[in-house]
């Protein structure tokens, strides 16, 4: 309440009345939510931000023509319900409003394209196209609200670690960074392009050659990309920061606490105490068959193939072998079938699979088993009655643990081992600086601006592809929810790693020129990172769609079916920017 004039209230807060107002006249205003007729008696439910309160109508005229979803203000004073009416489910329970006055404000004239409170049913680009009918559905409408307090609670623990927010430009120039840049043709120069920042990246770096020791801001990142349910295939949110003289150690401590402090604040379920667990990537791969690991999940990966890669089973024979142990004797024959089209669709050659009872291997792959065999496989899995091995099999030891993770993940899905009641963060460390991709070119395996370890000297005596970097990543429950490193602040160094990448010594000046040109004024080491907004809203959301943490996102095929985009323009905007278009 925030006035009294005349005894009335005015207010607009449907849901912070109380039965202390009983007897009070107020004035509320919002939409109508539900209309009903109990014989000679009227209810309708008023609904704004704060909440729903029911309305009592003596005089059926007073609501004659008006339908759901319109917007009325409602005068009238403060019942109590009765003690025996009272609704438990909504907060306003206790009382209802009976209504002297109503006014429409803004009429519902249309017939709804669905219920509110069936939004979440409809198909994507039917919930899109009414966005903002889509958003009135308390569900989603909560996840906008959260988002918003999720933003001011980042803000203040940035602050108060005394971190300064600067804002970075949306235009600017293209540069490989690893996705597809949004391009942007320019009016004032002709053929010349922006494009849209795929992150702060560089800006941030010059922050720190500027002097600024600490920056963070919320970042908008816009990358071409494919949509996934983690990710929007056209822009998103970050929490970007950067440290000057800081070390990965002090980076991955600031991370610890934003992170903890927030789910411990905006969620109920257990979470990890700080430290993190870190586990270096080539561990990560080895153990859990991925680079996300999810630690709620209990299996690990067997590493069987020194045992068995002369094997004369031809799945077994000059592969890489792993194996994961999990309880599923009692499964049926179609959840292997099943199984084995799902690991089979992922890439995989197939799936072995040997169940372990009375003390003995059964399975269609047990008779190519010796006893030697036998007894090696009981030694090294220490199997026990009950149990199945899942055994993955590739001549490509990388793919063969890509795809033992993924079938590590699914086993852990499909058989209910995932401990849904925690947050179990940990970094990820140690990443390769480069990789090779299929034909055999050496590329950047993460960010291009990373320190490598060893620096100089690395770059120009080792093997590329053993090459460590200052790369780190922040996973939660199997989610890369952030990412950093320790920046390579050095010219020189910054030369020779794009050279084993493929790019000359020109081309990075001609790219990179403000970076290039700034760290030969004392550049000064410095080390950042960034969370994942939006998928950290997710999990506080409990959402497995990015899209329902969004106020206005696109569909998978990055359009916005609301505003109608992408959509064309006209030649005249188009010569404006010196495009011609070429009709194939």
Sequence with gaps: ??????????????????????????????????????????????????????????????IENITRESTVSITGEVRSRGEKNINQEMETGEIEIFAT???????????????????????????????????????????????????????????????????????????????????????????CFYALPQSPQQFKQLLMVSGFNRYFQIAPCFRDEDARADRSPTDFYQLDFEVSFATQDEILEILEKVLYNTLTNFTSLQVDKPPFRRIKFNDAMAIYGSDKPDLRNPLTLIDLTDEFKNHSFMVFNNKHIYALKASANEMGRRFFDSLTEFIKLQGAGGLVYLKYDNNEFVGPASKFLSENDVNILKKKTNINNGETLFIITDINKLKAMKLSGILRNELGEKLNLIDKSCFKP???????????????????????????????????????LDILAYQYDLVLNGVELASGAVRNHNCDVMVEAFKIAGYEKE??????????????????????????????????????????????????????????????????????????????
Excluded at 1 to 21: A, P, Q, R
Excluded at 124 to 145: A, F, H, M, S
Excluded at 429 to 456: A, C, R, T, W
């Design 426 to 464: 940990c970094f990820v460390i140690d990443f390769p600086f480069y990789e090779e991709d299929d034909n055999g070119k050496v590329e950047f395996s993460h960010n291009p601006f990373s320190m490598p370890q060893g620096e100089l000297e690395a770059l120009k005596t080792k093997n590329p």
């Design 101 to 191: 006055e109503i006014k429409v404000l803004g009429l519902c004239t249309e017939t709804l394209p669905f219920e509110i409170v069936r939004a979440r049913e409809q198909n994507e680009n039917t919930r899109l196209k009414y966005r903002y009918l889509d958003l009135r559905n308390k569900q989603n409408y909560d996840n906008i609200l959260l988002r918003s307090k999720l933003l001011n609670f980042i803000r203040q623990q940035m602050n108060d670690l005394e971190f300064v927010e600067v804002q970075t430009p949306i235009l600017t120039s293209s540069s490989p960074e690893g996705a597809r840049d949004f391009l942007v043709p320019s009016r004032m120069n002709a053929g």
């Design 507 to 584: 081309v990075v000046e001609n790219k990179f020129p403000a970076l290039f040109n700034a760290f030969k004024y004392g550049a000064p080491p410095h080390a950042g990172a960034a969370i994942g907004f939006d998928r950290l809203l997710m999990f506080l959301c409990n959402e497995d769609s990015i899209k329902e943490v969004i106020a206005f996102p696109m569909n998978k095929s990055a359009q916005d079916p609301l505003m109608g985009a992408p959509n064309n323009v006209t030649e005249q905007q188009l010569k404006d920017v010196h495009i011609k278009l070429i009709k194939e």
């Design 1 to 62: 309440m925030v006035s009294l004039k005349n005894n009335v209230y005015h207010t607009h807060m449907c849901g912070t009345l109380k039965s202390k107002h009983i007897g009070a006249v107020v004035k509320v205003a919002g939409w109508i939510n539900n209309i009903r007729k109990m014989g000679a008696l009227t209810f309708l439910t008023l609904r704004d931000q704060t909440g729903v309160v029911q309305v009592f109508i003596e005089d059926e005229k007073m």
